[in-house]
């Protein structure tokens, strides 16, 4: 049984950082150059990283429960614990937070495109925040999986 809740494991982390990654770094810029509508490729963009979102709390909720039951009160002083807390953390709050927020400034701005309203500007400072919180949870979880192939600490 170890050997199957260490496999998920490792699917689990795969699946979220490298969703993470593909979507970030792969799918959305394509989207943006190859669709000729902005708000179309932006639409499709924001559903997909609501996506990887749901995916992302799923993992950690796995990856926690995993790393409680492999170390009990003794995951608080690993710093994998807090690595995959502090993803979650940041999941949610795009997901709960920042993500709701874009999506209702893009309603507000209609029947024009939030980028051509007088919402331009709080819009980009939600997006910029998102981005950062983006690259920020894309990089502990290229850390966390750089550390899980030295064996899971």
Not at 64 to 85: C, N, S
Not at 90 to 104: D, E, K, R, T
Request: proline residues 2%; charged residues 10%; aromatic residues 12%.
């Amino acid at each position: 049984m170890r050997k199957l809740s260490e496999a998920l494991y490792l699917a689990s982390l795969t699946l979220w950082v490298g969703g993470l990654w593909a979507i970030g770094y792969l799918v959305a810029p394509v989207l943006f150059a190859s669709l000729g509508d902005r708000q179309l490729a932006g639409v499709v963009a924001g559903k997909l990283f609501a996506l990887i979102g749901w995916v992302g709390l799923s993992a950690a909720a796995y990856l926690l429960i995993f790393l409680g039951v492999r170390w009990g009160r003794v995951v608080f002083a690993r710093a994998v614990f807090w690595l995959v807390l502090a993803m979650a953390l940041l999941a949610a709050a795009s997901l709960f937070g920042i993500q709701p927020l874009m999506v209702q400034l893009k309603a507000d701005a209609l029947p024009r495109d939030v980028m051509e309203s007088v919402l331009r500007d709080r819009f980009a400072i939600w997006h910029g925040i998102s981005s950062i919180l983006y690259l920020i949870q894309s990089m502990l979880g290229l850390w966390l999986v750089v550390w899980s192939g030295r064996g899971l600490r």
